[in-house]
């Protein structure tokens, strides 16, 4: 079965951190750039940063620069969102997805998707 699943989701509180990841099974993982979207209540979804199927190259939105960080490891053919100094407003279901390349922070060439994580953050 060809699928991405998220977790690492939870509550947090403000100023506090979080590690999602991204687990690809009957594909690999290596073969696609990774995205990682947000959805906050109420609002559409966001990119919130894109990977290159090598690793070597990311980019993220201005919202989370400089506290988020996006990574790989295709032996693991997992990928990784690393969130820290979290913010109320970083309240959201987080996805990851795969496909062609990055455009930016969004990811272009959509293949695959998974089913959320989600993040709550909150005194």
């Known amino acids: 079965q060809l699928q991405l699943v998220e977790s690492g989701g939870g509550l947090v509180q403000p100023g506090g951190s979080l590690r999602l990841s991204c687990a690809a099974s009957?594909?690999?993982?290596?073969?696609?750039?990774i995205g990682w979207f947000r959805q906050p209540p109420g609002k559409e979804r966001e990119a919130v940063s894109c990977?290159?199927?090598?690793?070597?190259?990311?980019d993220y939105a201005d919202s989370v620069k400089g506290r988020f960080t996006i990574s790989r490891d295709n032996a693991k053919n997992t990928a990784y969102l690393e969130m820290n100094s979290l913010k109320p407003e970083d309240t959201a279901v987080y996805y990851c997805?795969?496909?062609?390349?990055?455009?930016?922070?969004?990811?272009?060439?959509?293949?695959?998707g998974g089913q959320g994580t989600q993040v709550t953050v909150s005194s």
């Open positions: 990977i290159s199927s090598s690793g070597g190259s990311t």
């Open positions: 009957g594909f690999t993982l290596g073969y696609h750039a």
């Open positions: 997805a795969a496909g062609r390349s990055c455009y930016g922070q969004r990811l272009g060439g959509y293949v695959y």
